[in-house]
T-cell receptor
Framework: GAVVSQHPSWVICKSGTSVKIECRSL??????MFWYRQFPKQSLMLMAT?????????EQGVEKDKFLINHASLTLSTLTVTSAHPEDSSFYIC???????????FGSGTRLTVV | QKEVEQNSGPLSVPEGAIASLNCTYS??????FFWYRQYSGKSPELIMS????GDKEDGRFTAQLNKASQYVSLLIRDSQPSDSATYLC??????????FGTGTSLTVIP
């Protein structure tokens, strides 16, 4: 149980284009979704927290106009990287709390490469 | 001071040995503690959670928590090459904020 499905698993895009990453909670309702970014050989860095039906909360240093987050339903949260540049190339992972516990489950991640 | 600190390693152990991974945390009011395993290029997967002082065993894995020392560890017995990964310690602090450590890279040598 408590599965988060993330798509796509990898994407290559041209500099200046936008990319949308989707995370769906398959067997539970995720009122909150966390979005992380991970550069090679570095730890997970929390980018933002999305709450169903309200604006996302962004961590310091994360551009909210560049990383658009939408959490329109209890089972779907999306992250759109707008006007992507090579420095945005990274591993993006979503996460939600496992219902009834204090633990978190993760999507499978999206490897974004901007060329 | 970081919320959660881990030795980044790399830690190398021979196959069959015990691997010991350590983590300290700064918020004394933290209540929930987790160990995640992350293979290269993959997302983290939860392998252990612990909420009270003492040991918690699950197969070859044992989590140890000492709230007085603000210390949590993970022991992996009979280490296998497939255990080679980065192990992330995570903590829910008193404010219900979730923090990851930077991870410890483990290599099990056949």
């Amino acid at each position: 149980g408590a599965v988060v499905s993330q798509h796509p698993s990898w994407v290559i895009c041209k500099s200046g284009t936008s990319v949308k990453i989707e995370c769906r909670s398959l067997d539970f309702q995720a009122t909150t979704m966390f979005w992380y970014r991970q550069f090679p050989k570095q730890s997970l860095m929390l980018m933002a927290t999305s709450n169903e039906g309200s604006k996302a909360t962004y961590e310091q240093g994360v551009e909210k106009d560049k990383f658009l987050i939408n959490h329109a339903s209890l089972t779907l949260s999306t992250l759109t990287v707008t006007s992507a540049h090579p420095e945005d190339s990274s591993f993006y992972i979503c996460s939600a709390r496992i219902p009834g516990t204090y633990g978190y489950t993760f999507g499978s991640g999206t490897r974004l490469t901007v060329v | 001071q970081k919320e959660v600190e881990q030795n980044s390693g790399p830690l190398s152990v021979p196959e069959g040995a015990i691997a010991s991974l350590n983590c300290t945390y700064s918020d004394r009011g933290s209540q929930s503690f987790f160990w995640y395993r992350q293979y290269s290029g993959k997302s983290p997967e939860l392998i252990m959670s612990i909420y009270s002082n003492g040991d918690k065993e699950d197969g070859r894995f044992t989590a140890q928590l000492n709230k007085a020392s603000q210390y949590v560890s993970l022991l992996i017995r009979d280490s296998q090459p497939s255990d080679s990964a980065t192990y992330l310690c995570a903590v829910n602090d008193a404010g219900n904020q979730f923090y990851f450590g930077t991870g410890t890279s483990l290599t099990v040598i056949p």
